[in-house]
């Protein structure tokens, strides 16, 4: 064979093409973690601010009430979710991105500013009410066309792994609003100056944080299946989603348990170490810490199985382990004193619940077509958080206050285990998807 028949790069049309799908899920899985960690930031600093808000000399009542904000930006989310999505789906799942994390901006810059409740009464937690709802509807528009796109720019045989980064970012949020509160609490400020003031720094960090991922989004490439659709006509996105009703119900029923589990362990997990557990506020935040750093390194791992062996059996474990497994680890949680085995019991939790975080972006995606796929996946998905996983915290929180604490332990596995009745209906998406089907 001569010399000019050899090939100085082999692949070179393929190595191109994985460089963009991987320039491309950077950039949007950028702006996805900055959107959480604006989200988590509120969690992670509510034992600080809370007394700052809701005035009250017993400290689970602070945190109840700060917990039904967190629910009530939980509310608006199904508004955020159509809205984002009716942008993604008829100009572009890049300018959804961009706005969306405009917006995020505007209201952590508002939880930064409030003056306290000693300050000017009931507007303070008005204002706090207002800003968690700002960063609802972001976080609703988010999910969607995030999701959306990184399964879009995803190759067909990697779809699972590609779009598990979109929990690995979301779960990197909460561990940089983590990673703040580490270095406020031991490096730079005393536990006094955090109560007093300390707490309003990570959303200023997280307004900055949230412009620079706006300028990154600026500039993302717009998937290919969107360009499809330029020049066609296409109905409503409430009209169009009304045609799938099957797949808005599959939507629901696979979310509902999965949703309630994921907020439990993360957002719900500060406050149960902590007073239930009983740990101190410092290794309370190493305890979580490292659980979600554990968190985050299974989503790939997990996303990758799934392109090999389906979704449906990802999902059917995380049923089937959630439902027998989630009281005695609550259980056992809230009987130990020993922070090692507090986050051994929270490390197993996630080994079930990854089964369902790390593919149910793809399985959403792959139910619905091009032309209504944003929506389809963030209308549905955001009602039933709103519904199961924004509640979460205040139905625990709730229980606690009646003495009744591992009534919620039950609530949790029932949840899940209504979801694993569906995952043993519904079709495998990978094996029956739709991402070919553009309207």
Known sequence: ??????????????????????????????????????????????????????????????????????????????????????????????????????????????????????????????????????????????????????????????????????????????????????????????????????????????????????????????????????????????????????????????????????YTFTTYMQTFVKQTVGLDDLTTTYVIAGSLIFAAALQPIYGAISDRIGRKPMLIFFGVAGTLLTVPILTALAGTKSPWIAFLLISGAWVFVAGYTSINAVVKAELFPTSIRATGVAVPYALTVSIFGGTAPAIALWFKTLGHEQWFYYYLAGVIFLSLLVYTTMRDTKHDSAMHRHD
């Not at 904000?69 to 979710?81: C, E, W």
């Not at 969607?144 to 067909?156: F, H």
Request: with cysteine.
């Open 1 to 262: 064979m001569s010399d000019d028949a050899i090939p100085a790069h082999p692949h070179p049309i393929e190595f191109n093409d994985a460089k963009r799908r991987l320039k491309a899920i950077f950039m949007g899985s950028v702006g996805n973690l900055v959107e959480w960690y604006d989200f988590y930031a509120y969690t992670a600093f509510a034992l600080y601010f809370a007394p700052h808000f809701f005035p009250s000399s017993d400290p689970v009542v602070q945190q109840l009430n700060a917990a039904t904000l967190f629910a009530a930006g939980f509310i608006v989310r199904p508004i955020g979710g159509w809205l984002f999505g009716h942008l993604a789906d008829r100009y572009g799942r890049r300018l959804s991105l961009t706005v969306s994390v405009v917006l995020m901006c505007f209201g952590s810059l508002i939880i930064a500013v409030t003056p306290t409740y000693a300050s000017i009464g009931f507007a303070a937690p008005a204002l706090l009410a207002f800003a968690r709802i700002v960063e609802g509807l972001s976080l609703g528009g988010e999910y969607g066309a995030s999701a959306t796109y990184l399964t879009e720019v995803a190759d067909p045989e990697h779809r699972g792994f590609y779009s598990s980064f979109q929990y690995v970012t979301l779960i990197g949020g909460q561990l940089t609003a983590i990673l703040v509160l580490l270095l406020l609490q031991n490096v730079f400020l005393t536990h006094e100056q955090l109560v007093e003031w300390g707490w309003r720094i990570p959303f200023v960090i997280g307004a900055a944080l949230a412009i620079i991922a706006m300028f990154m989004r600026r500039h993302m490439h717009e998937t290919e299946s969107f360009e499809a659709l330029k020049g066609k006509k296409r109905e409503s996105s409430i009209r169009g989603l009304l045609r799938y009703p099957r797949e808005v119900a599959i939507v629901v029923g696979l979310t509902a348990g999965g949703t309630a589990a994921f």
